[in-house]
């Protein structure tokens, strides 16, 4: 698919009303992302769940908090980040998506990191993750390493929503985040990968 715009506004337009895969007929809004179009830092996590499905906005509810705290620990607000899923619409009952409903959005996806152009992609849980490492390890193995993607770096870390009653991995997560200034900065002296 070949998207032409040159603006998250652009892209949003050219995203419409979309139906391009069965999760269109389902979902009631489409969440497309939010947050800094100049962001240096940018999350990526999995789908829309149900609260974002009814505000058409990106982790709210328990998860959304959690996300508030854990950005709080690297340094940041959400004002400071931009956050996109892969998915922009909601699969049934949270269900994991299906390789046709990643295939035919990821595109836009890939235009917004494109757009925004972050120094530093935090991949949330394993979809996230394996999409933008492409490779079938997962999270657990993954998590806390940096990789360096076409330039960019991807730093994966556990999902929120996993983590809201597993206090192991809530204590990972808020560890991996708290390193964010110091990724950042590394990446400003141009010596992490
Ligand atoms: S999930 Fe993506 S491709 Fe499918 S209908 Fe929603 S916006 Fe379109």
């Given amino acids: 698919m070949a998207l032409s715009a040159d603006t998250l506004a652009g892209l949003r337009d050219e995203l419409g009303d979309c139906h391009r895969c069965p999760l269109g007929d389902t979902r009631t809004t489409l969440v497309f992302g939010h947050g800094n179009p100049h962001a240096r830092v940018m999350l990526v996590g999995e789908a829309p769940g149900r609260n ?3 505000t058409g906005q990106p ?10 705290e854990l950005l709080g620990h690297g340094g940041l607000v ?5 956050i996109a899923n892969i998915l922009k619409c909601r699969p049934p009952g949270n269900r994991d998506p299906k390789r046709v409903e990643v295939e035919t959005c990821t595109p836009f996806l890939m235009a917004q990191i494109h757009l925004v152009d972050p120094e530093l992609v935090v991949t949330l849980g394993n979809f996230a993750t394996r999409l933008m490492l492409d490779t079938r390890e997962g999270i657990t193995a993954l998590r806390g390493q940096i990789t360096l993607v076409q330039g960019r770096s991807v730093y994966p870390v556990f999902h929120p929503a996993a983590s809201i009653y597993d206090r192991a ?3 990972t997560l808020i560890s991996d985040f708290a390193r964010v200034p110091e990724i950042l900065d590394s990446l400003k002296g141009g010596d992490a990968g």
């Fill in 169 to 171: 991995k809530r204590e």
């Fill in 52 to 54: 974002e499905d009814l």
């Fill in 78 to 82: 959400r004002e400071d980040v931009y």
């Fill in 59 to 68: 982790f709210v509810g328990a998860a959304g908090k959690l996300l508030d």
